[in-house]
């Protein structure tokens, strides 16, 4: 049985920063398990933010490039919005599946996707689909246990730990509540919506499929002020990618896991340099 602390760093390494949700028309598209509103006229970019987040993630971005269309997805149960179908069973899986559908539903012809964190597992999983134009990944890995130091095989069974000690325990629901509480963005997240998320990227590993992966991708990570410590990310990003050919891996720091936030120039720049000519 792993020990309380262990599961809080756990929980605390997988939760992802986010902001307010924008306000935005609906896109004429009906979903128990995500959302999508449209800002902005032009090439059609789709924009998944990651676990606890809400798509006001993604103002600062949105505020700072023009000539695109953007579709922001929210996953029921994150930031304030109902569970609904996302309240019980697998997670990842299933909102990959109705992003599909959206980007069917909306006729969009291959778009750019851009994806943090749990956010990132969802688009490189569209992309496998055949469904993106070019592909960004932001601060995530292809084997989801990989971010806090773990594998598949060995992250499941904390995994699963993980939820039944977040959702099943006083002691662990009051401790993901503060975490969600200082969390702008994430107020109003559904803990057993969290906890399916976490098993679920805890047991995803693309790595094995990237060679596969067609559309021009991007992998944009996070790295700190420490030049020895930056290097080993790199090294681990290197790796977990070298299975994509032409992929392009950009650090930006110094930064924590919201990069966007961290290092918002730099990142709309990277951004903006991704999607010219697209």
């Known amino acids: ?3 309380r602390r262990t599961l809080m760093r756990a929980a605390a390494a997988l939760l992802a920063g986010g902001v307010l949700a924008p306000k935005a028309w609906a896109a004429p598209f009906a979903s128990r398990r995500i959302a999508v509103t449209t800002r902005g006229a032009g090439r059609d970019v789709v924009l998944i933010a990651g676990l606890a987040s809400g798509p006001g993630l993604w103002n ?4 700072a490039l023009s000539g695109y269309r ?16 996302n309240a019980s069973g697998p997670l990842v ?3 990959a599946d109705e992003i599909a559908r959206y980007i069917a539903a909306a006729a969009l012809d291959r778009p750019a996707i851009v994806g943090h964190s749990m956010g990132g597992t969802l688009a490189m999983m569209l992309g496998l689909k055949g469904l993106s134009g070019r592909l960004m990944v932001v601060d995530m890995l292809p084997e989801g246990a990989a971010m806090i130091g773990g594998t598949a095989q060995g992250m499941g069974f904390l995994a699963d730990q993980l939820g039944q000690y977040l959702t099943g325990t006083k002691a662990g629901r009051a401790y993901l509540a503060q975490m969600l509480a200082d969390m702008p963005g994430a107020r109003g997240s559904d803990p057993d919506v969290i906890a399916n998320a976490l098993r679920d990227l805890a047991n995803v590993d693309l790595g094995p499929q990237l060679a596969r992966l067609a559309a021009p991708m991007e992998v944009v990570y ?3 002020s420490d030049r020895a410590q930056a290097g080993e990310i790199g090294r681990t990003f ?4 070298a299975a994509k050919r032409d992929v392009r891996l950009v650090p930006i720091g110094p930064s924590g896991h919201v990069v966007m936030a961290d290092q918002p120039a730099r990142f709309n720049a990277v951004l903006g340099d991704f999607l010219k000519g697209f």
């Open 1 to 3: 049985m792993m020990n």
């Open 60 to 63: 600062g971005v949105v505020g």
């Open 70 to 85: 953007w579709h922001l997805v929210h996953v029921r149960g994150f930031a304030g919005l109902a569970a609904d179908a």
């Open 93 to 95: 899986q299933p909102v």
């Open 222 to 224: 996070a790295v700190g």
């Open 238 to 241: 290197r790796t977990a990618y």
